[in-house]
C-alpha cells in the first residue's frame, strides 16, 4: 500500500482526499506505463492548484492522482532504456492531467517520458527546481537561441515559481535583470535572486500603447493578458519575449506593431510536450549553472497531507518561490 492524493469526481460532486492506494490499483488506472518509481518529492505548480480545487479542467479522466511533476528511483521496469535504481525526473506529458501524476508514494510512467537525475543533483534538488525551473530554463534557451545573449530582461510574475528561477538563471548568464512583481515587499528577496531592479507590476498590468519606449533586450512572463501585451510594446528592435503563463489572464490583447516595426519575435515555450533531447539539455543546464544557495532561498517544503491546502494556496498567488512536497513525510 501507498499514499496518494485522489481526486474524485461524481454526479458532479468534487473530492480531493490523501488515500491509501495499493499496487494493483495503480496498474489499473496507468494503461501503457512500463516503469514504476518510488516517488522521493513532488511540487505544488499553479497547474496543480487548478486540478486540486476542481477550479478549471485542468483533470481529462478520473479518478487521478495530481501532480504535474515527480522525482524518485525506479523500483520496477520492462523499459529497455531504464535500470532498477535509477534516479529519474519526470515533468508533464500530460501526468496529474490526463495521467496519473505525482502526489503519491508511488508512481507508474511511460521510460521514454523519464529524464536521468543529472549529478549534482538529487531527487529533491530536481523536484526544487521542478516544472517551474525547467520551463524557466526552456525561456532562458530560447531567448538565447534567438540570439539575444545581454542586455536588459524584464521577468514578469517574479516572485513565482518560473519567475523567480528566470531571474536567476539570466542573471548568472550576464544579463541585467528587471524583476516585475506584485508582491514589492519581496524586492530584498528578488535581489538575492539576482534582479537588478524590481518594478510594480502595475507599471504593466493595464491596457497600453501598441508601441512604448524600447526598454527590453529580452522579456520572461509567466502572466499573459495586457502585462505581455505590455512586454511586447516594450521591447526593443530585434528583442525575443518567451511567453509562459497565464497568471494574468489567457487573453493577449497586442497589435502587430511591435513585429512588424520592430522585428520582436515572440517565443511560445511548452514544458508538458517538449522533446526530450531539448528537456535533458534544459535539465543539464540546470544541473550546471543554478547556484544551491538559490534553490534554498526559492523553496518551502511541506508534507504530502498539506497537498490540498497548498493548492487552494497557489491560486490566491500568495506563495513566494516553489513548494516542493515530501511525499514520504
Ligand atoms: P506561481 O503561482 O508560482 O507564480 C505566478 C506569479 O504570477 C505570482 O507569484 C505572481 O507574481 C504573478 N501573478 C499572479 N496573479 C497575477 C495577476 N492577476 N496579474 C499579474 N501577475 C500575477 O506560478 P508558476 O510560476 O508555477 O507558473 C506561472 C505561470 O506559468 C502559470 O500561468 C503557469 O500555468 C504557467 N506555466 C506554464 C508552463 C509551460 O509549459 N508553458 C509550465 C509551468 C507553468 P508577483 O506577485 O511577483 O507579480
New binding site residues.
Given amino acids: 500500500m501507498f499514499k496518494a492524493i485522489y481526486l474524485s469526481k461524481d454526479d458532479d460532486h468534487f473530492h480531493a482526499e490523501l488515500r491509501e492506494l495499493d499496487d494493483a490499483t495503480l496498474e489499473a488506472n496507468t494503461a501503457g506505463a512500463d516503469v514504476t518509481i518510488d516517488i522521493d518529492y513532488s511540487t505544488i505548480?499553479?497547474?496543480d492548484g487548478l486540478a486540486l480545487t476542481n477550479k478549471s479542467p485542468v483533470v481529462r479522466k478520473w479518478p487521478m492522482v495530481p501532480g504535474i511533476d515527480c522525482a524518485g528511483t525506479i523500483a520496477a521496469t520492462s523499459s529497455p532504456r531504464w535500470a532498477v535504481g535509477d534516479r529519474v525526473v519526470m515533468n508533464g506529458w500530460g501526468i496529474g492531467e490526463s495521467a496519473w501524476g505525482g502526489l503519491a508514494q508511488r508512481g507508474r510512467y511511460r521510460g521514454d517520458w523519464l529524464v536521468r537525475v543529472p549529478a549534482p543533483l538529487s531527487t529533491r534538488d530536481t523536484m526544487a527546481i521542478g516544472?517551474?525551473g525547467y520551463?524557466a530554463m526552456l525561456a532562458c534557451m530560447a531567448i538565447r537561441d534567438a540570439g539575444v545573449v545581454e542586455g536588459d530582461v524584464l521577468v514578469?510574475?517574479?516572485?513565482?515559481?518560473?519567475?523567480s528561477f528566470a531571474i536567476a538563471i539570466l542573471a548568472r548568464r550576464g544579463y541585467r535583470v528587471f524583476a516585475?512583481?506584485?508582491?514589492l515587499e519581496?524586492a530584498a528577496y528578488l535581489k538575492q535572486l539576482g534582479a537588478a531592479e524590481v518594478l510594480d507590476?502595475a507599471e504593466l498590468?493595464a491596457a497600453g500603447k501598441p508601441l512604448q519606449k524600447e526598454r527590453w533586450a529580452a522579456v520572461v512572463d509567466?502572466?499573459g493578458s495586457h502585462?505581455l501585451a505590455n512586454a511586447c510594446a516594450q521591447t526593443r528592435y530585434g528583442g525575443a519575449v518567451a511567453a509562459?503563463?497565464?497568471?494574468?489572464g489567457m487573453d493577449l490583447p497586442v497589435t502587430v506593431a511591435p513585429f512588424i516595426l520592430r522585428g520582436v519575435r515572440l517565443l511560445g515555450?511548452?514544458?508538458?510536450m517538449c522533446p526530450v533531447d531539448r528537456r535533458t539539455a534544459a535539465w543539464t543546464h540546470l544541473a550546471e549553472e543554478l547556484d544551491r544557495a538559490h534553490l534554498d532561498a526559492i523553496t518551502h517544503e511541506i508534507p504530502l497531507a498539506g497537498a490540498i491546502e497548498a493548492g487552494r494556496q497557489?491560486l490566491s498567488?500568495t506563495?513566494r518561490g516553489r513548494l516542493v512536497v515530501d511525499v514520504n513525510r
Fill in positions: 505548480n499553479y497547474k516544472t517551474a520551463t514578469t510574475g517574479a516572485s513565482g515559481g518560473v519567475g516585475s512583481t506584485g508582491k519581496e507590476r498590468s509567466s502572466v502585462t509562459c503563463g497565464l497568471a494574468q515555450i511548452d514544458s508538458v497557489i498567488g506563495i
